[in-house]
């Protein structure tokens, strides 16, 4: 069953922009999972934020958490070229063991 | 620190053969999870592997099947493939439950 849902679908930007995307979920959390996909290849972990933080950063990246709304989001700060990929989040099962992936956004970050 | 390391990279089946796809976790991690990737979509769970036991399942057919390794490694198994198992099949290592996990590149299996 699908957990995630990240918004929007797909995102077209220029470099030096930021990029805002969304993720809910259906049902309560321990923690909640952001990653990148290159091209169809593998899963690069980009942060992990629990259910009792409110926001977390890590380089460009900004992570928040709304428990009560079910949602988080992630921004890319100051985009580049290199960002275009496709990101995922993942939150765990209620048996805290598989993590449960939307279809992810699509960025594309132009120069 | 490799990583974590799936082998091979690129697979061509024909329906109804059997297929072998291969994980090393990362180092210090103990638990493999296995995940299939349809194009388009996101990853979904097969299964895991803590202590060469599996600890829980996804909903996926018992053609799907598993094991893990003394030194953690773990292994995939698909029998009769068919059309549609072609994926790209993901494993990812973590050392406990509710942490990081790391995946590799990757796996693509093509069934034709």
């Known amino acids: 069953s699908q957990q995630g849902e990240e918004d929007p679908q797909a995102l077209s930007i220029q470099e030096g922009e930021n990029a805002t995307m969304n993720c809910s979920y259906k049902?309560?959390?321990?923690?909640l999972q952001w990653y990148r996909q290159n091209s169809g290849r593998g899963l690069v972990h980009l942060i992990l934020?629990?259910?009792?933080?409110r926001e977390k950063h890590s380089g460009r990246l900004r992570v928040t958490l709304d428990t009560s709304k079910k949602s988080s989001s992630l921004l890319i700060t100051a985009s580049r070229a290199a960002d275009t990929a496709s990101y995922f989040c993942a939150t765990d099962d209620q048996a805290g063991t598989a993590l449960i992936f939307g279809k992810g956004t699509t960025l594309s970050v132009s120069s | 620190d490799a990583g974590v390391t799936q082998s091979p990279t690129h697979l061509i089946k024909t329906r109804g053969q059997q297929v072998t796809l291969r994980c090393s976790p990362k180092s210090g991690h103990d638990t493999v999870s296995w995940y299939q990737q349809a194009l388009g979509q996101g990853p979904q769970f097969i299964f895991q592997?803590?202590?060469?036991?599996?600890?829980q399942r996804g909903n996926f057919p018992d053609r799907f099947s598993g094991h893990q390794f003394p030194n953690y490694s773990s292994e995939l198994n698909v029998n009769a493939l068919l059309l549609g198992d072609s994926a790209l099949y993901l494993c990812?290592?973590?050392?406990?439950?509710?942490?990081?996990?790391?995946f590799g590149q990757g796996t693509r299996l093509t069934v034709v």
């Open positions: 049902t309560s959390i321990n923690n």
């Open positions: 934020i629990r259910s009792n933080e």
């Open positions: 592997y803590y202590e060469e036991e599996e600890r």
């Open positions: 990812a290592s973590s050392w406990e439950e509710n942490t990081e996990a790391f």
